[in-house]
């Protein structure tokens, strides 16, 4: 039997499209094995959201032929689609999969090489449904493209197009989810706020759309991957802070910047006291909200005193994580033209102070909890030491001591204290036990 191998670079959408095609995989007869293992063939899904990001794509194909020299290495996402794009090859891979094609790479690669075809067992599996993590979360993606333009971002190129998932599609996968044992569903999407019937739902908007899915017996948590701070509506707000909510209180809202004429410059839809004041609102009206984000450091505009702005926002929003990252020129994007004009050092001076500064305020927001009794959903995986961990509805680590069979289940737990960047806890309750039928099948995520 042939072997294959799997690995994602990049975001939650990158991490379900990989899945997919993995099922395609196994379905035609492939044994997968992990990304470290010796395979015959290894697809790598590939991320260019930065220059770091790429240069990972491109030595995560030179980490496979290292395993096997005589292996069909198959690249596809993002950084592949910029590739195409500039008419680039990627060294030491065999096929190069279009972005929007992705979902088809086992025809690409069955194509090139026809003789793997004849030599598989077929065994197509018919209405096989393989869950998609090896996680205590499924993500579900609804949405992919993205129309905004920022000037920076390359998303737009290498996804190009805005699709919705039809509601039916959606709602069956989340029903097979829960069926399987799972009991948060993460909404993912690239502009996940703009699904709806323009772009081929079917019917419902975002808003609608989490509606239909609170319906579904079993499932208790509905969490939205990431949002733009312009698409977190009145009407999502009050979905969110209504008491029978399925919906977590926490949401990431991308900043990117805090100065309003960088924003400007990156073409964003917010300035800095619309943001500001949109956060302050949903700390005031969803009990216990946590924030998280991503900013950007080192943009071509943004000078020494504009960087100052973002510092005023991080302080003043109070985030529970900050993802940061320096800007680096995208092919074929409008800021590609600016150069790159911050340099390095001054860079990783902004995102070190960036970095203490959400480091402080992400500790200061876990200490607000420290006494309370929160529901937490345990990871299928224990620490190092034993312990036991999971995440809170408002996204807080606990870590505490229980047994193995609460993994994978909601239970209460009582935040004794915190350490670090995370709680200790003590397990007060179970929910409810659910014996899951998870997939063994592991897929590292880099980057």
């Known amino acids: ?93 065999d096929v ?48 992919d493209g993205c129309s905004i333009y920022c000037s920076y971002c390359s998303i737009p190129y290498t996804r190009p197009g ?122 005031r009206e969803i009990p216990d909200f946590s924030l998280t984000t991503d900013i950007m450091v080192g943009f071509p505009t943004e000078t020494d005193e504009r960087f100052e702005s973002s510092v005023h926002v991080c302080k003043e929003v109070n985030y529970l994580k900050a993802h940061l990252f320096r800007f680096s020129p995208r092919f074929g994007t409008p800021a590609d033209k600016w150069g790159d004009l911050v340099k390095p050092e001054e860079k990783q001076r902004r995102s070190k102070v960036l970095g203490e500064i959400t480091r402080q305020t992400a500790q200061d927001h876990m200490d607000k909890f420290v006494g309370r009794t929160m529901r937490t959903l345990v990871e299928l995986k224990e620490t190092n030491n034993g312990m036991l961990k999971g995440l809170t509805d408002n996204y807080l680590e606990v870590v505490f001591a229980g047994p193995k069979s609460v993994l994978g289940n909601l239970v209460y737990v009582k935040l004794l204290s915190r350490q670090g960047n995370h709680l200790l806890g003590e397990l007060v309750e179970v929910e409810e036990k659910t014996e899951k039928n998870l997939s063994k099948k592991f897929i590292p995520l880099l980057g």
């Open 1 to 93: 039997m042939f072997k294959a191998a799997f690995t994602t670079l990049g975001c939650k959408v990158n991490q379900y499209e990989t899945q997919k095609i993995l099922d395609t995989f196994e379905n035609k007869g492939f044994d997968i094995v992990p990304f470290e293992s010796v395979a015959d063939v290894y697809v790598i899904n590939t991320c260019s959201v930065t220059s770091i990001a790429e240069s990972k794509s491109r030595y995560t194909i030179r980490r496979a032929l290292k395993n096997n020299p005589l292996a069909k290495v198959v690249v596809t996402g993002c950084a592949t689609q910029m590739a195409i794009n500039k008419k680039e090859s990627m060294d030491g891979a």
């Open 96 to 143: 190069m999969v279009p972005n929007p094609n992705k979902l088809d790479t086992l025809a690409y690669l069955l194509e090139a090489f026809p003789e793997l075809e004849n030599a598989l067992n077929d065994n197509v599996k018919q209405n096989k449904f393989i869950p998609a993590q090896h996680r205590s979360r499924a993500n579900i993606k609804i949405q």
């Open 162 to 283: 805005m699709v919705s998932r039809p509601h039916q599609e959606v709602l069956d996968e989340v029903e097979k989810m829960v069926a399987l044992g799972y009991k948060e569903i993460i909404l993912t999407g690239v502009l996940i706020g703009s699904y709806g019937p323009e772009s081929g739902s079917h019917g419902p908007d975002f808003e609608e759309l989490i509606e239909l899915i609170e319906k579904i017996d079993g499932l208790k948590r509905i969490r939205i991957s990431s949002i733009e701070a312009n698409q977190v509506t009145d009407r999502l707000i009050e979905v969110i802070k209504k008491d029978s909510s399925k919906v977590v209180p926490h949401l990431h809202i991308p900043l990117q910047c805090g100065d309003t004429q960088v924003l400007k410059d990156m073409n964003r839809p917010y300035d800095q006291q619309y943001y500001i004041d949109l956060c302050k609102r949903l700390y």
